[in-house]
């Protein structure tokens, strides 16, 4: 049986605006286990990277972490209580954040964000950084921590590394640079790694030698990742379990396979038909009709249903939980839509509404095209 590594239970995150409150990240829970990449797939705003920077407290003001549970093994990176007056407070096994510091970000759960440019000082080497992120992380002299280095440097593909140690970033493209972040990460030999679209900016023939080279040192390290993506060619080639996130919200869980080929959520069949395939020709692409609504003030009901178009009456007025739709025993796969729940509680699933879209343009109307269920 694989042993769990990070477990999130019902993760808020919320940052409080003049307009309101945003609820970036509101009641996701998800598990990670030893050695598994674990995909966050979404469209920009769905709350993927919040989602992931909570995961290690890396929330500055206005946001604000505001429930949940994030256990890390056998300790409780965040969770909150109710006090003796029905107060939120912070439980007392919580890890404080000189602990969070000191041994957990880096050194147990490091963490890769999209711009290397930006998580690179332009004004020191890339070894003289690289070098002191060793030293401090794992106890080392300066001339072992340059040693291991240019171990890592070499291990992530980055020629004559003993050369490059003394390079600056904007001497690297955004490939290598990109292949630093990831000696970086790994040189400590963390356990969980958290990418947040790390190969976003880079363009598709790097980006597949960047997955190659995630592969292969995942295999070797048997590193976990929870790692960030809009595209569902990564999830594809990368991921073992996948959580799709919309809103906020997780509205599918399953493996790989289960999400590519036994689609339940009408999000991620829009999310998969909207992917241009090599082995179909198409006159135009497909593309999810309107945007998605401000985390602001969310649709009632489904918060797909103003994009949906398969909504329903009863999608404007129910907000469905996530939960168990699987097919086939044993692998879970777990869908947040009301057709799944229909038979189940007696909703009146009726034929398709006219479903005005969110895009800003008057008479935008999204509708079924076919009659009946």
Not at 132 to 144: D, G, P, Q, V
Not at 190 to 210: C, F, M, N
């Amino acid at each position: 049986m694989t042993d769990t590594l990070l477990h999130i239970d019902d993760l808020k995150t919320q940052f409080f605006t003049e307009e309101g409150v945003v609820r970036a990240v509101d009641g996701i829970s998800f598990d990670v286990n030893e050695g598994e990449i674990v995909g966050l797939v979404g469209e920009s705003g769905a709350g993927k990277s919040v989602a992931a920077q909570s995961i290690l407290r890396l929330i500055d003001p206005p946001g604000e972490i505001v429930g949940g549970e994030v256990r890390f093994r056998d300790e409780v990176l965040f969770g909150l209580e109710e006090g003796p007056n029905g107060e939120l407070r912070e439980r007392d096994e919580m890890l404080s954040n000189e602990e969070m510091r000191r041994r957990i970000r880096g050194r147990e759960i490091a963490i890769i964000f999209q711009d290397p440019m930006e998580s690179l000082n332009p004004v020191f080497t890339v070894g003289n950084q690289l070098r002191e992120f060793i030293k401090i992380n794992r106890n080392l002299s300066k001339s072992e921590a340059k040693e291991e280095a240019i171990g890592m440097l070499r291990e992530v593909g980055i020629p004559e590394p003993v050369e490059r140690y003394d390079n600056y970033p904007h001497q690297f493209s955004g490939g290598m640079r990109q292949r630093v972040l990831i000696a970086m990460a790994l040189a400590c030999e963390p356990s969980l790694i958290i990418a947040d679209e790390p190969t976003t900016a880079l363009d598709v023939t790097v980006e597949g030698q960047i997955l190659s080279l995630v592969d292969e040192l995942q295999d070797k390290y048997d590193t976990s990742f929870v790692w960030v993506t809009h595209d569902m060619g990564v999830v594809a080639e990368l991921c073992d379990r996948v959580n799709v996130m919309y809103l906020g919200e997780i509205v599918e869980q399953a493996t790989a396979d289960d999400l590519f080929y036994d689609t339940k959520h009408p999000y991620t069949e829009a999310l998969l038909d909207s992917m241009p395939r090599p082995d179909q020709t198409v006159d135009e692409l497909n593309p999810i009709r309107g945007v998605m609504p401000e985390a602001i003030d969310p649709p009632r009901g489904c918060r797909f249903h103003t994009r949906c178009p398969d909504a329903r009456e009863v999608c404007t007025e129910v907000h469905p939980d996530c939960r168990e739709v699987s097919d086939s025993e044993g692998a879970s796969h777990k869908a947040a839509c009301v057709k799944h729940d229909a038979f189940d509680v007696g909703y009146e699933f009726s034929d398709p509404i006219e479903i005005r879209a969110e895009t800003g343009i008057t008479g935008d109307v999204v509708t079924d095209p076919q009659e009946g269920d």
